[in-house]
Nanobody, 122 residues
Framework: VQLQASGGGLVQAGGSLRLSCAAS????????MGWFRQAPGKEREFVAA????????DYADSVKGRFTISRDNAKITLYLQMNSLKPEDTAVYYC????????????????WGQGTQVTVSS
């Protein structure tokens, strides 16, 4: 599966953004999908995931209650709705796909999009 993320930009603290990740291929529904982010000088970290069956979701504590991950298997697209953004949310955001079940580990995700920059000003 090939992935392409979009929707990043510059927003003031408290604002919202919606990221999209367009996938190619007909196997999208066979993958768990996730969003990760990487700030300058920091390691890539898990943000959220949505499972392939049942649509169950998982969030990092830092974004729980503010971010919502969703997927549309018919449109083969992954989304991340980000509300109440904070300056510490500033990072490059990546979408990724994995055949592993229930993972948060970047190493388990074998397919990655190119990343989209999110900058939150204070």
């Amino acid at each position: 599966v090939q992935l392409q993320a979009s929707g990043g930009g510059l927003v003031q603290a408290g604002g919202s953004l919606r990221l999209s990740c367009a996938a190619s291929g007909r196997t999208f529904s066979s993958f768990d999908m996730g969003w990760f982010r990487q700030a300058p000088g920091k390691e890539r970290e898990f943000v959220a995931a949505v499972r392939r069956r049942g649509g169950g979701t998982d969030y990092a504590d830092s974004v729980k209650g503010r971010f919502t991950i969703s997927r549309d298997n018919a449109k083969i697209t992954l989304y991340l709705q980000m509300n109440s953004l904070k300056p510490e949310d500033t990072a490059v955001y990546y979408c990724a796909a994995t055949l592993a079940y229930g993972s948060r580990w970047p190493a388990d995700f074998g397919f990655w999009g190119q990343g989209t920059q999110v900058t939150v000003s204070s």
